[in-house]
Structure formats: C-alpha cells, structure tokens
C-alpha cells in the first residue's frame, strides 16, 4: 500500500513539473527570432549614409531626444552634427531593452565608522529598545558635462619662451628617412643640465616654428609657435656620457624626422570638462595651426588670450567680425570656438562653428547669445 502512495506521489510530481515546463517561453535559439545584437550588453551599429544621431536615437531609443547620450557615449565622434558613413557607434542594452543608462542623481546612506582613537561616551539610559545604526546622506559624484576631443594628444600651443628640449632625434634605425610608428630612433640627451633620460618615459616630438609669432597689427612679438609631432617611447640607456638612449615611435601624428627636439609627455584628458566663460573678455583669433589664411569649423587655431585673463579649457567664445556704422560697432556672429589647452597669454581652441570664412585677427568673446 505504501509502495503505491509512493508511486502516484512521485507520479503527480513529475505531471507538474512536466505542465510547468510546457508553459515556460522558447529560448532565443527555440525561437530563432531573437539576434544575436539583443543578446549583448554593448553592440555596434555602422553609420550609413543619410544617418543622423537624431534618426538612430529614434530608431533605437523610441525617442530622438537620446541624440546627446548617444553622442556621450562616443568619444571618437568629436562634432555630434558630423557622422560619416563607415562610423561606429556604441549602443548599450540593459534588462533586454535597448537603451542608454546614466547614473542619477541621488543618495545613499552610509554608516558612521566608530572613531577609535577618542574614548567611549558614557552609556545612554536604555529605554528597552534596540539601537538603530547612524546614517549619513553621501551625494553621488556626477560627472559633469564634457566636450570629447579624441586627437588633444596631437594639439599645439604657442608660448612665450620656447621649450626647453631633453633630447634630440639624432638617428634612425635602418637609415628610413621617414620615421613612422614603432621605427626605432636614437636619442641624444640635449646638454647635461636637462634632466637624465629614464627608460618606460614617453616623450612629445616636437617641432617649433623657426619664424616667430607677431600681431598683424601691431607687430608686437607674441611668441613661438610649438607643433607636436607624435610620441615616443624611451626603451633603453645606451651610453650614459654623454647620455645615447634608444626609443620606439608609439605615435606620429606628422611625418616625424632627425633633428626634431624632445620634451616629456603630458597626459591629457580627451574629456573636455565644460566651463562658464568670464564676462565681458575680448580677444581675437592669432592663426590657425597650419598657418591658413583661411579656415572653418573643425580647424585648431590660437587666440591672444590665456591663463592671465582667466581664460580655461573648457570655455566657449563666440568669433565675430565687425561692421562699422559711424561711431558704432557692430559685431556680428560668424562661429563658436571650444577652448582645449592654455598658455599664460594664449591658448589653443577648435573652431566648432563657422558661418563664413574664419580669418586671423577676426575677434573672439563671450558667447553673443
């Protein structure tokens, strides 16, 4: 008797369990119409031509509003008005919905660590009741809004008194006379007050413009033009006196030759932290880094202002020409401009909008809006 109570048990068990499972969803490959794309957290989508980040917002995100989380989430697109065919852009999934996340603002309570170097408070009358932990609201870190510039290795400055160089290229493994990335190169300590060569430092390339800065107007002397010409790698100490060393070319962003100077690299974030500019600064545009006469959005160029008149990087200015109307002038809006490196009197920016044909000597300040 009790085998069979035993026997119709297990039996009504394994019905149950049978019923249950019938009930459940396919599994992507049962199905065969989920892709492969939903089932990752992060996947990329190729830009085609006609694309905007408006239309791919919309399409993966329900709505185009997403357009500037989109843009957040790609450093590489430097411009969010400008995606070419061929672009990859990264798209996040969570929970199997499609979707870009962003920490909110918000609190979390954190316990009171016991201070043990002060001695005990004396013990509080009990009123039977357990003691409740202390809490203390702690505000997230946000991050705060930031323009992404990909290439701020490569950007340029120019400076009142010319770098003073580590090192000189002063050959090339093989004899190539253009050096490329990972090409071997033979450095020469520059003279022995400059600091020793360290093998695992990175050093910049750099170029300085032989002829030197002035004011159209004025001709008044604004400094030396610096050009960096790409990284590179210091691997080992030949000879130490005089100090020969030899390094590997990690980056080149110009053609790189013998001669060219070294100075040691700065990290430089490509996350263009955003700023609110000073009011009322007035300056104008000095030139371009390629020396144009005439340039347009997406142009690194310089301006007469710096550090001293509180200018940082981060700031936007608007570029203006102006009209004369008798004893009046008018400025009128020809672009916009991100600051992306300082100087004490100068600083480098990138020309983010243009309207007509940027010149030198044409002004810059805060935004005209």
């Not at 357009?67 to 969570?94: A, C, F, T």
């Not at 003073?164 to 006379?177: E, M, N, P, R, Y």
Request: net charge negative; proline share 7%; charged share 25%.
């Amino acid at each position: 008797m009790l085998s069979k109570i035993r026997f119709n048990f297990i039996t009504a068990v394994c019905a149950y369990v049978l019923l249950f499972l019938s009930f459940q969803p396919c599994t992507a490959s049962e199905e065969g119409t989920t892709s492969e794309i939903e089932q990752k957290t992060v996947f990329y989508y190729t830009v085609k031509k006609g694309d905007t980040l408006w239309d791919i917002s919309n399409h993966f995100f329900k709505t185009p509003l997403a357009w500037p989380e989109l843009w957040s989430r790609n450093n590489q697109v430097m411009n969010p008005h400008l995606i070419y065919p061929g672009d990859r852009l990264r798209i996040y999934k969570k929970d199997g919905v499609i979707s870009i996340t962003k920490v909110p603002a918000e609190t979390v309570q954190e316990a009171i660590p016991a201070k043990i170097q002060e001695p005990p408070a004396p013990p509080a009358e009990t009123t039977g009741q357990p003691e409740e932990d202390t809490f203390v609201e702690k505000q997230l870190e946000i991050e705060r809004p930031y323009f992404p510039y990909t290439q701020i290795d490569r950007i340029g400055f120019i400076k009142k008194e010319p770098v003073s160089a580590h090192a000189i290229i002063f050959k090339v493994k093989g004899g190539k006379s253009l050096i490329s990335e990972d090409d071997i190169v033979y450095l020469k300590q520059k003279d022995t007050v400059t600091p020793a060569l360290i093998p695992g430092t990175l050093y910049a390339v750099i170029e300085m413009q032989k002829e030197p800065v002035k004011d159209n107007v004025t001709n008044q002397y604004i400094g030396i033009q610096h050009n960096i010409k790409g990284i590179v790698e210091l691997t080992e100490i030949l000879q130490k006196d005089p100090m020969i060393a030899e390094a590997r070319v990690s980056k080149t962003f110009t053609a790189i030759s013998v001669d060219d100077i070294l100075i040691p690299y700065k990290k430089r974030s490509p996350k263009i932290t955003l700023t609110e500019s000073p009011a009322g600064l007035d300056g104008k545009i000095i030139t371009n880094e390629s020396n144009k006469k005439i340039f347009a959005k997406g142009d690194v160029a310089f301006i007469n202002k710096g550090d001293l008149d509180g200018v940082m990087p981060g700031q936007h200015y608007s570029i203006y020409k102006k009209e004369e109307l008798d004893d009046f002038v008018k400025k009128i809006d020809v672009g916009s401009l991100i600051v992306l490196h300082t100087e004490n009197e100068t600083a480098t920016v990138l020309i983010t909008k243009s309207k007509d044909a940027i010149v030198p000597d044409m002004g810059i300040c805060t935004s005209l809006k």
